[in-house]
Every structure is written in structure tokens, then in C-alpha cells.
T-cell receptor
């Protein structure tokens, strides 16, 4: 079947620290992989995506690489800001259906 | 970019009553809309897929008679929670997929509706 597993939060970092949020997946076929961000009181927003193996998605300083050999799509950012505090969801889409991870809350302290 | 709205953003109702949630694509036509449910600290779970002009397809374990979905136009889908009970309290999120002109994996999410059943 299809599923996404991501690290439990919350993750608390100081401003300018390096961020990694782990995400692994199980899927049949060739899914596309996504990271969505949910700010307090708002809906999910697409952060980045990758559609095939070895693709790197990037946006707003965040990046993630589609690793088929390790079935992973870890999210990274070199220097986080307070404004990055949000919940991050890893997801895959397969046969037009989304499967989401449980979300990782990130708290960035000034 | 494409915008999806939901109304209301939050609702409190008494047990046994019905609640309707609207999902609108504001600047594009959505042939397909999706309804998700999100419990605290958990992921979004797909409830149903709604295609304009046809019956919704429900995921396994979702009661179609309890969660009525109507997709009467290319810009509006509604979810009605019938005879709501406290266990139905949750965050309901819709998403809309662009029509034929867009990528098949491009879904835009609404801001969600917080339902609290007393």
C-alpha cells in the first residue's frame, strides 16, 4: 500500500539553525513526493515537490531530494527563521490520491 | 495562484444537528474536489473524492450517509455532516484539482473548517 512516515515533533530550533525533518514512504509504482506547510490558522500550502527519483525540489530556502533507493524525501533548510514556525507535512500522490504523513511541528525561537 | 475557500471557518453545533460546509474554487474550475479530515496531531485522511455532476467516491470506513457530499458546479462542493455527534468534531479540509488544463497532481487546499459538536 501507500503510506508516509515522518518524524514526530515538535522540533524546536534556534534561529539560523540547520533543519532536517525526516520523511520516508512506501508506495506502489512511481509516486510524486511533496512537502506541504501549514501555518497557524491557515490551510496547507505547497512548499516543494519532486516527481521522479533524484529530483530535488526547492523553495524559500527549503529543499528535499527524492531518494528512491532509501524511499526518503527529507526536508532541509540551512538557516531557519522564526517565520518558518509551522507544521510540515510530507506527502505522496499515487493514482491521483494524496497520502499524508502525520505532520511535524517546527518551533523556531529567536 | 489558485485559491480555494471554505465556509464557515469554524462552527459549533449541538449533537444531533446537521452542518453544511462549503468549498469553493475562487478563480478556477475544479472538476474534482477532495474532502479530508484532520484529527489533532494527526495527518489528513482522505474522506471522499467529489467529481462535478456525479456521486462522490468515499474511502473505506467513511459513512456516505453521514457525510453527504454534493458537487453541483465546477466551483462548489459541499460536505454535510448529518446528525453530528461529538466524535465528529474535527478539522475538515477540502482541496480542488485544476481542470484538464492543469497538472493532474496539482491540488489547492482550503483553509479548513473547525467543527465542534457539543
Amino acid at each position: 500500500g501507500n503510506s508516509v512516515t515522518q518524524m514526530e515533533g515538535p522540533v524546536t530550533l534556534s534561529e539560523e539553525a540547520f533543519l532536517t525533518i525526516n520523511c520516508t514512504y512506501t508506495a506502489t509504482g512511481y509516486p510524486s513526493l511533496f512537502w506541504y506547510v501549514q501555518y497557524p490558522g491557515e490551510g496547507l500550502q505547497l512548499l516543494l515537490k519532486a516527481t521522479k527519483a533524484d529530483d530535488k525540489g526547492s523553495n524559500k530556502g527549503f529543499e528535499a531530494t527524492y531518494r528512491k533507493e532509501t524511499t526518503s524525501f527529507h526536508l532541509e533548510k540551512g538557516s531557519v527563521q522564526v517565520s518558518d514556525s509551522a507544521v510540515y507535512f510530507c506527502a505522496l500522490i499515487n493514482f491521483n490520491k494524496f497520502y499524508f504523513g502525520s505532520g511535524t511541528k517546527l518551533n523556531v525561537k529567536p | 495562484g489558485a485559491v480555494v475557500s471554505q465556509h464557515p471557518s469554524w462552527v459549533i453545533c449541538k449533537s444531533g444537528t446537521s452542518v453544511k460546509i462549503e468549498c469553493r474554487s475562487l478563480d478556477f474550475q475544479a472538476t474534482t474536489m477532495f474532502w479530508y479530515r484532520q484529527f489533532p496531531k494527526q495527518s489528513l485522511m482522505l474522506m471522499a473524492t467529489s467529481n462535478e455532476g456525479s456521486k462522490a467516491t468515499y474511502e473505506q470506513g467513511v459513512e456516505k450517509d453521514k457525510f453527504l457530499i454534493n458537487h453541483a458546479s465546477l466551483t462548489l462542493s459541499t460536505l454535510t455532516v448529518t446528525s453530528a455527534h461529538p466524535e465528529d468534531s474535527s478539522f475538515y479540509i477540502c482541496s480542488a484539482r485544476l481542470g484538464l488544463a492543469g497538472s493532474t497532481d496539482t491540488q489547492y487546499f482550503g483553509p479548513g473548517t473547525r467543527l465542534t459538536v457539543l
